[in-house]
């Protein structure tokens, strides 16, 4: 079982930036694949990050701007997002991948970014 709870959301402005943190508790993350989602009104779930066995891939629309990080001593995903865009608002949501499928299986609640022109 695992729990994550993300944070570090808010509102700001375009160009600024924001960290977002994923602690997970229950059960440790060091051999689990990671990943960070966002959700914005009205549209589909799309893939925002992730960290594969120490290997990083971003969405198109994040690249050259986000960055994922881990620290496996103190369970923590993080997402450094920086020249933040409009289109970047959106629910925030870290992921777990903890399985043998390969898909991410345990979710958190997200939070909120809002980037304001």
């Known amino acids: 079982q695992v729990q994550l709870v993300e944070s570090g959301g808010g509102l700001v402005q375009v160009g600024g930036s924001l960290r977002l943190s994923c602690a997970a508790s229950?059960?440790?993350?060091?051999?689990?694949?990671m990943g960070w989602f966002r959700q914005a009104p009205g549209k589909e779930r799309k893939f925002v990050a992730s960290?594969?066995?120490?290997?990083?891939y971003y969405g198109d629309s994040v690249k050259g701007r986000f960055t994922i990080s881990r620290d496996n001593a103190k369970n923590t995903l993080y997402l450094q997002m920086n020249s933040l865009k409009p289109e970047d608002t959106a629910i925030y949501y870290c992921?777990?991948?903890?399985?043998?499928?390969?898909?991410?299986?345990?979710w958190g609640q997200g939070t909120q970014v809002t980037v304001s022109s």
């Open positions: 960290w594969r066995r120490g290997i990083t």
């Open positions: 229950g059960r440790s993350f060091n051999n689990y694949d």
């Open positions: 992921a777990a991948s903890t399985g043998s499928s390969g898909t991410f299986d345990s």
